[in-house]
């Protein structure tokens, strides 16, 4: 089993994302998918926390904002061909490490398919924070 990796912004890791939808109606448990880790409070802060955005290949609606992944990113990551969205309309916040991280499917232990590259990360992050700021992004505290 590989080590947790260090919460990196832009790392997509294996998790149990848990919708703030689901949330609502009382549930505690999601569904394991890709997330992208967007914030990580300091490494000396105990407990540190993590802000997760889902990955989903339902493509955004209604209210919900999404940025999808080009197919080149998702395969050098190892994500599958379909079209996927980082959706950056809520979030889960969470402790680092956490029974939420599970390995890959298919990996070896691994709990992380890599990293958003930076440009696209850019994009992701601001458009969370732009909704964060104006509480557009609904938050499900684990």
């Known amino acids: 089993m590989a080590p ?9 890791v294996h998790y149990d994302y848990l919708w ?8 505690t448990q999601g569904k394991d998918r890709p997330a992208c880790l967007v914030a990580a ?9 993590v802000v997760l955005l889902p990955i989903t290949h339902t493509p955004p609606s209604g209210d ?3 940025i999808e992944i080009p197919p080149k990113v998702k395969q050098a990551i190892g994500l599958n061909d379909a ?3 980082v959706i950056v309309s809520e979030h889960n916040i969470d402790e680092w490490p956490n029974g939420g991280l599970s390995p890959v499917p298919g990996s070896e232990g691994i709990f992380a ?3 958003i ?3 696209l990360f850019a994009t992701i992050k601001g458009k969370f924070l ?5 509480r557009k992004s609904d938050p499900v505290r684990r």
């Open 4 to 12: 947790i990796p260090e919460p990196k912004p832009g790392l997509v």
């Open 20 to 27: 703030s939808r689901e949330a609502s109606a009382g549930r």
């Open 41 to 49: 409070s300091d490494s000396f802060a105990n407990p540190r926390y």
């Open 64 to 66: 919900t904002i999404g």
């Open 83 to 85: 079209p996927s969205w």
């Open 113 to 115: 398919y890599g990293f």
């Open 117 to 119: 590259p930076p440009g």
């Open 130 to 134: 732009d909704l964060a700021k104006a």
